[in-house]
């Protein structure tokens, strides 16, 4: 399929002063040249007619011939500029189609730019993630991985793990040097290397994939703590119904909303507690169901009940077998701290942040947002982070668990075959997110996701 020429629509459905129809593939020149009866030279704008086969004027515009291998997809590439509307479109699509061409697949342009090695996949991801930003962050944060970013770090990882193999195995291929793994320095410091290097690149990879999917924050908390309230007050209009009533909020409520840029779905849940009401109960169960799915936990307490902090924990992991206690963060919020008259502010409680405030008054509800913005990494004047995705941190979770597999196995049995062993898995591993080592169906479910025309 790689050989034929491909076409499409480049820009949104929909009128436009400008529509673009891009043509990719061995056939590209020749088209173009029918299309526009013009001699089209690289990298010249040509103003030129477009005709059909009949040789009507279609309509007018720029013509641009990108010869392999310096284009986007690293074939020749053609891109007839017309006037953005459906039909004129159409047109030209249908006289591309009848002079040879076919309909891309979603994403084809941007695969071909992969498979000939002008993007690796890192690259192409991003460039969907670029298309597909909802906020200021993450479009930046896209274009550094579409520069490379992403795929510098993974190469210096790879890069770090291979250079230990290299010495290991081949300590294990000249037996008569007697290296004493676990007494070699080399060995030890390039093990550091690689576990800190883990660690760095980990951290803003969850981060940049935070920024892009965004923070699932779910509010829990019993009846009458001031959850629905406080869903009002971040998302700064009247979504969700208060009532003085215990109960009010049966369903799940979602919003979304942004802090500076950064992308907070928040789902508002009913008050957790023992009910004999067959409604309220099930909303009760698909509270803890998000509660158990989300990235962050708001969990909602009555600066002037009692019993104390414990006990609303307790509660909040009530009928779990296994508590991810260590999964979950949890920040403690306790409200009506004007009735109790303390001042507003952040302290820690055992291992989970504590923030007094006042979602009646607003007293606080900055410090909230500060502390939101401080969970998803965000600094004020801050520089770097790239786009992540979900199969990109299980790649380099399973990388770093054959890593960690490996280096145990030295520690405990001294023993370099297995340390080699697991390398060579957790370079594979690494290779998987650039794409060096990728299977046809994962291409295929990753590709399938772009727009028609990239």
């Not at 056939?27 to 009949?54: M, N, Q, V, W």
């Not at 013509?63 to 392999?68: D, I, S």
């Not at 957790?426 to 998987?432: A, F, K, N, P, T």
Request: net charge negative; hydrophobic share 40%.
């Amino acid at each position: 399929m790689r050989e034929d020429t491909i076409v499409a629509v480049a820009t949104a459905p929909g009128p436009g002063g400008i529509g673009i129809i891009r043509l990719s593939g061995s056939d590209a020149y020749s088209i173009g040249k029918a299309i526009t009866a013009t001699d089209l030279k690289p990298r010249h704008a040509h103003f030129c007619r477009f005709y059909d086969r009949e040789e009507n004027v279609l309509d007018s515009g720029i013509t641009l011939f990108f010869p392999a291998p310096n284009s986007f997809t690293g074939e020749d590439i053609v891109e007839l500029q017309a006037h953005g509307g459906f039909i004129i479109l159409d047109l030209l699509l249908r006289q591309a189609c009848m002079l040879g061409a076919r309909q891309a697949l979603p994403g084809e342009f941007s695969q071909r730019a992969y498979l000939n090695d002008k993007i690796d996949l890192t690259q192409a991801e991003a460039i969907a993630d670029l298309i597909n930003s909802t906020t200021e962050e993450a479009a930046l944060n896209a274009s550094r991985s579409l520069q490379g970013v992403f795929s510098k770090k993974i190469e210096s990882l790879i890069d770090l793990v291979t250079n230990l193999r290299i010495y290991v195995e081949a300590a294990i291929d000249f037996p008569e040097e007697e290296i004493d793994f676990l007494q070699n320095d080399q060995v030890s410091q390039q093990l550091c290397a690689i576990s800190d290097q883990f660690t760095s690149v980990m951290k803003e990879a969850n981060q940049g994939a935070l920024i892009r999917e965004g923070m699932k924050l779910v509010i829990a908390g019993k009846p009458n703590a001031g959850k629905s309230s406080l869903l009002n007050a971040l998302s700064g209009q009247n979504t969700a119904i208060v009532t003085p009533q215990k109960g009010t909020t049966r369903d799940v409520l979602r919003e979304h909303i942004q802090i500076d840029g950064l992308p907070i779905h928040i789902v508002d849940t009913a008050g957790l507690r023992e009910s004999n009401d067959i409604i309220e109960r099930e909303g009760i169960r698909r509270a803890r169901a998000e509660i158990l799915s989300a990235d962050r936990i708001l969990l909602v307490v009555d600066a002037m009940a009692q019993p104390g902090l414990d006990a609303d924990l307790d509660e909040l992991w009530q009928d779990q077998q296994n508590p991810p206690h260590s999964n979950i963060p949890v920040t403690v919020i306790r409200n009506k701290c004007d009735l109790t008259n303390e001042d507003p502010g952040l302290t820690k409680f055992s291992e989970n942040v504590v923030i007094n405030l006042s979602v009646k008054s607003g007293a606080g509800i900055e410090i909230l947002r500060m502390h939101l913005k401080a969970c998803m990494g965000y600094l004020d004047g801050s520089q770097g982070g790239f786009s992540a995705r979900r199969r990109h941190l299980d790649s380099l979770e399973q990388a770093r668990e054959l890593f960690l597999h490996g280096r145990n196995k030295l520690q405990q049995l001294g023993a370099g075959e297995l340390l080699a062993e697991d390398l060579r898995l957790c370079q594979s591993r690494l290779g998987d997110i650039t794409g060096d080592i990728t299977s046809d169906e994962l291409l295929g479910a990753i590709f399938s996701s772009f727009c028609i025309g990239k």
